[in-house]
């Protein structure tokens, strides 16, 4: 019994979409194509708010917060992020003290979810050279998920579509969301604040410092070391001076006598 799925042979322009005009209350009605719109606002354009977070310190990060009206975050990583330029090689849940791939809720009121910080480490990510960031929650929040699909793919950072390649969905409080506004850079705000930061520039230049102040230090140990043989060899050529000087007073001595 043959099991090949015969092809037909009809043509499938009889089903292609033909526009009949039509006459409502004496109004013509368009067609739908005339209401095509090939750059259509995405998904994230529609219905989220882009914010943004800058994790503070000798090494500062970006990371993108999309806010969405019925207050359910995505935690993603800022275009801008340094990692993104160097390579992501992993990201890791596994954070140490607490797995956060192993957060479980329940029902509408999504009990039992983790409960994060603005700065608890919801990942640790490494790049291909061999660098690990830790990645913040960004929002006070309640973990309802975490991207375990980034795990297996860490290219998904660089190939998925905005939003797509989300860390994890947090849920704030109704009574803490204007608050974490608030503390969150907007849109404007943060190309305002890309003017006065370079962070891969920054990266680059903390790692300069680091080397220089190494080589700074192993200068001076070395400096340390040749000093200390310099007086070491100076000490034995007085030793031997003073060796040399009482033997030749021995001898004086002895020819006197």
């Not at 043509?11 to 039509?22: A, G, K, N, T």
């Not at 090494?59 to 999309?66: E, G, R, S």
């Amino acid at each position: 019994m043959s099991t090949e799925i015969e092809t037909p042979n009809k043509s499938l322009e009889q089903y292609y979409y033909v526009h009949e005009p039509e006459l409502i209350c004496g109004v013509e009605v368009p067609s739908i194509v005339d209401d095509y719109v090939e750059d259509h606002p995405s998904l994230v354009d529609r219905f989220f708010t882009r914010y943004y977070y800058i994790k503070s310190g000798a090494n500062p990060t970006p990371y993108k917060v999309l806010f969405h009206s019925n207050r359910v975050c995505l935690i993603c990583l800022a275009p801008e992020h340094p990692a993104l330029k160097e390579g992501i090689s992993s990201i890791n849940f596994d954070i140490g003290n607490i797995n956060r791939s192993k957060n479980s809720v329940k029902g509408k009121g999504k009990k039992g979810g983790m409960v994060l910080q603005a700065d608890s480490t919801l990942a640790l990510l490494t790049t291909v050279t061999g660098k690990t960031y830790k990645i913040p929650s960004c929002v006070r929040s309640k973990l309802i998920e975490v991207n375990t699909n980034l795990v297996n793919n860490p290219s998904l950072f660089s190939t998925a579509k905005e939003g797509e390649d989300y860390l994890a969905i947090v849920l704030p409080k109704p009574e803490h969301c204007d608050e974490i506004k608030e503390g969150l850079l907007t849109q404007t705000q943060y190309e305002e604040k890309l003017a006065t930061i370079d962070f891969m520039e920054q990266n680059t230049q903390l790692n300069e410092s680091v080397e220089e102040s190494t080589e700074q230090k192993n200068a001076e140990v070395t400096n340390v070391v040749d000093n200390k043989n310099v007086k070491q060899s100076i000490d034995n050529i007085k030793e031997k001076i003073n060796i040399n000087e009482i033997s030749k007073n021995a001898e004086t001595i002895e020819a006197v006598s």
